[in-house]
């Protein structure tokens, strides 16, 4: 059975720090690429950072780019994204992907970050 369960999320005053984590299983982790999207309220699902199947290559959006760090441990089967100076903006239900070519895509169910004082 495949699973994704994200966690770390939480209330976190401006400019505070969170590290969000997606334990994957029942998949082949390290073969697949990794998204964490974020959906905020009244907004659309957007993607927030993406690293390839070995870790060696990320992708970022302008939005979160020299804020937040995706990373990945294959041995351990998780995701991570360090989330550092958060914004009130920031504030959304974080989801992790996991895509492969020519296999489903899987999604976890979703961690709340809300950043406010």
């Known amino acids: 059975q495949v699973q994704l369960v994200e966690s770390g999320g939480g209330l976190v005053q401006p400019g505070g720090s969170l590290r969000l984590s997606c334990a994957a299983s029942?998949?082949?982790?390290?073969?697949?690429?990794m998204t964490w999207y974020r959906q905020g309220p009244g907004n659309q699902r957007e993607l927030v950072a993406r690293?390839?199947?070995?870790?060696?290559?990320?992708y970022y959006a302008d939005s979160v780019k020299g804020r937040f760090t995706i990373s990945r441990d294959n041995a351990k089967n998780t995701l991570y994204l360090e989330m550092n100076t958060l914004k009130p903006e920031d504030t959304a239900v974080y989801y992790c992907?996991?895509?492969?070519?020519?296999?489903?895509?899987?999604w976890g169910q979703g961690t709340r970050v809300t950043v406010s004082s």
């Open positions: 029942g998949f082949t982790f390290s073969t697949y690429r």
């Open positions: 992907n996991a895509r492969n070519i020519g296999a489903p895509e899987y």
């Open positions: 690293i390839t199947p070995a870790g060696d290559s990320t």
